[in-house]
């Protein structure tokens, strides 16, 4: 024990008043970090990350749109079948579209 209090003596008497500057310090640091994680939301290139991913997802969409009714098309011309039952195969219903009649402007 005493081997472990060498060095950390005090001999001015100030060790208390470094605790509670080291206390008031860490409080800081974690205001200023939660307010770093609020300005984030606004950062330019958080923000065109977003716009980039929001594209390929877009993208992705109308992709994946396009195959299924490039397969409902088949089934309807191809097979013989007509258009509900190819859309009741597929699990799509009437309202079925392309996304970006959804998507808010």
Same mark, same amino acid.
């Given at each position: ?7 950390? %003596?005090?001999? @001015? ?8 500057? !080291? #206390? *008031? =310090?860490? $409080? &800081?640091?974690?205001?200023?970090? %939660?307010?770093? @994680? ?8 958080? !923000? #065109? *990350? =977003?716009? $980039? &991913? ?7 969409? @109308? ?11 088949? =089934?309807? $011309? ?23 009649? $959804?998507?808010?402007?």
């Amino acid at each position: 024990l005493s081997d472990a209090k060498r060095g950390r %003596e005090d001999n @001015e008497g100030d060790r208390p008043q470094k605790l509670a500057r !080291l #206390a *008031d =310090l860490t $409080k &800081e640091k974690r205001t200023l970090t %939660e307010e770093l @994680e609020q300005l984030k939301e606004n950062d330019p290139q958080a !923000l #065109a *990350d =977003l716009e $980039k &991913e929001l594209m390929l997802v877009k993208s992705a969409a @109308e992709r994946w749109t396009d195959n299924i009714f490039t397969c409902k098309s088949y =089934l309807t $011309k191809k097979r013989g079948l007509c258009s509900k039952e190819a859309m009741k195969i597929l699990g799509i219903s009437s309202a079925f579209d392309y996304p970006e009649d $959804k998507i808010p402007k």
